[in-house]
């Protein structure tokens, strides 16, 4: 069985906050034969456990790696690696998938009002350009 997780069954799995769906998440992902992970099922994750379970960024970044761990996992594994750089710097893993993703399509320059996003970006060796 080959699979694209929504964001709902990575949560559970992680959570375990619903025994019952935390159990079919579990087991529906151990049977899959591949588990396409997309950048906005992994950005919605990182949103979700820091806004809605108040989980640390390092915490998610772990999540994010044991998900990444598994063999049967396939997605964007520059835009995660991305994601996960600037979720370790101190910022939101999807800044870190949107600055990437836009140099990927051609972007010269990542424009935000989030100072923070801004100076990850730039940390990162990126041409940002904060709007005030």
Not at 39 to 60: H, K
């Amino acid at each position: 069985m080959k699979i694209t997780a929504d964001t709902n069954l990575l949560v559970r799995a992680v959570t375990l906050d619903d025994p019952g769906q935390a159990r079919m998440a579990t087991e529906t992902l151990a049977k899959a034969d591949l588990l396409a992970l997309t950048m906005p099922a992994l950005c919605e994750f990182a949103w979700v456990m820091r806004s809605g379970y108040n989980i640390p960024r390092a915490g998610i970044a772990a999540a994010i790696r044991a998900m990444l761990a598994a063999k049967t996992v396939v997605t964007n594994a520059p835009a995660v690696a991305a994601g996960l750089a600037t979720l370790d710097a101190g910022g939101d893993f999807a800044d870190g998938v949107i600055a990437y993703e836009g140099r990927r399509l051609g972007g010269d320059e990542f424009v935000s009002f989030d100072r923070r996003a801004v100076a990850l970006a730039r940390a990162q060796g990126a041409k940002a350009r904060l709007l005030a």
